[in-house]
């Protein structure tokens, strides 16, 4: 009988080979266990102040205590163009190495939607990490009135200002929602956050305002205890069936929606109608994002994205949460991506809607590509 060959009787190559094959998942586990990087760069494309700044540097505090390193998160605000002068800075110089993330926002999605020629980022060489909806208010000066039926009558005769970054950004839903009430509101382009465009309501240049709920929080809701605001709607939050309703956060305030289908012959099957609910579903149902370069290494992605799933339990940040950002449940992982790639999406037809209603109502000339 031949006798049964044992680890020291194989030849030199296959001994080898078994010993390399018996360590790989040593070598797995320990690559696995290496740490995120000390410090992580989140560039925010947009001023100090507004609703997704306020965000970021929120969101920030919570993943840096929920990483396995909790690295050190600089916060790095790079506005301009509407978010757009930021994002194409990160789309081509951030290295995949998982040291730097971009924080985007409807301003930055907008653009791209409508294929916005100074846009030279691309959202499919991204992955989200995690994304957050959000919910937002217009609300008047108190001139106008308290009583949301007399505010609207006054606004339909009294023309007045709304300070707003670019014609295709985060306030774009918003204009259109002033447009189908048939509210006199002119917009006044150019401002660099909304936090400035708040401060032109605060002087009283502008005579309504719109902010996210993390921004109206911090910074209105102190207007309205002053009575210097009076809340008017919301824009609400999208259930699972797709319909809009009322935000919990302000559940007393009534939505855009409300309002325009109350209207003798208004219906969700407007064009109108299906243009605001469209973007309204890319810019605030899935509105914060905060993304990486889609090559970065798989393993630390999961890291990452593990890290923002424990925050989903952690008591401390929900609480934190509602308090900061409103009762909106945020998005992780490969379920924020799916989301992500349906909410870009915008056909022909709709695209060039909006880009003649921008001529026609306001002069604005978009340029697509």
Not at 51 to 73: E, N
Not at 85 to 112: C, H
Not at 181 to 203: D, H, I, K, Y
Not at 323 to 340: D, F, H, S, W
């Amino acid at each position: 009988m031949h006798a049964k060959p044992t680890l020291s009787r194989l030849p030199c190559r296959r001994w080898w080979i078994v010993f390399a094959l018996a360590l790989l998942p040593l070598f797995a586990e320990a690559d696995d266990d290496q740490p995120t990087p000390d410090t992580l760069t989140w560039t925010v494309p947009f001023g100090v102040g507004g609703g997704t700044d306020v965000w970021a540097r929120f969101m920030s505090h919570w993943m840096a205590q929920s990483l396995p390193s909790h690295p050190a998160i600089v916060i790095d605000n790079v506005p301009g163009g509407g978010s757009i002068t930021g994002t194409n800075l990160f789309y081509t110089r951030a290295q995949p190495n998982g040291e730097e993330m971009l924080v985007t926002s409807a301003s930055t999605q907008f653009p791209a939607m409508l294929e916005d020629p100074r846009v030279r980022f691309d959202y499919a060489k991204w992955t989200p990490i995690i994304a957050a909806p959000t919910g937002g208010v217009v609300y008047v000066q108190p001139r106008f009135g308290k009583e949301t039926g007399e505010i609207l009558d006054n606004l339909r005769e009294e023309p007045t200002k709304f300070a707003m970054q670019t014609p295709t950004g985060l306030e774009m839903p918003v204009m259109l929602a002033f447009d189908m009430l048939g509210l006199a509101v002119e917009p006044v382009f150019g401002m660099r956050s909304r936090g400035e465009g708040r401060l032109a309501f605060e002087r009283g240049e502008a005579g309504v305002d719109f902010q996210t709920t993390s921004a109206y929080f911090s910074s209105v809701t102190p207007l309205v205890e002053s009575g210097q605001a009076v809340p008017l709607f919301s824009l609400g939050v999208m259930n699972d069936e797709g319909v809009i309703v009322r935000d919990p956060a302000f559940p007393d305030l009534p939505t855009f929606s409300e309002l325009y289908l109350a209207q003798p012959g208004a219906s969700r099957d407007d064009v109108a109608y299906e243009v605001f609910h469209k973007f309204f579903a890319s810019g605030y149902a899935l509105q914060k994002l905060l993304l990486v370069p889609k090559q970065v290494d798989a393993r630390l992605l999961a890291r990452y994205r593990d890290g923002a799933k424990a925050l989903m339990t952690n008591e401390d940040f929900l609480a934190a949460a509602r308090q900061q950002v409103g009762p909106y449940e945020p998005v992780v992982g490969e379920v924020a991506a799916r989301q992500l790639a349906s909410a870009m999406e915008l056909s022909d037809a709709r695209r060039q809607w909006v880009v003649d209603w921008l001529k026609d109502r306001y002069g604005v000339r978009v340029v697509t590509r």
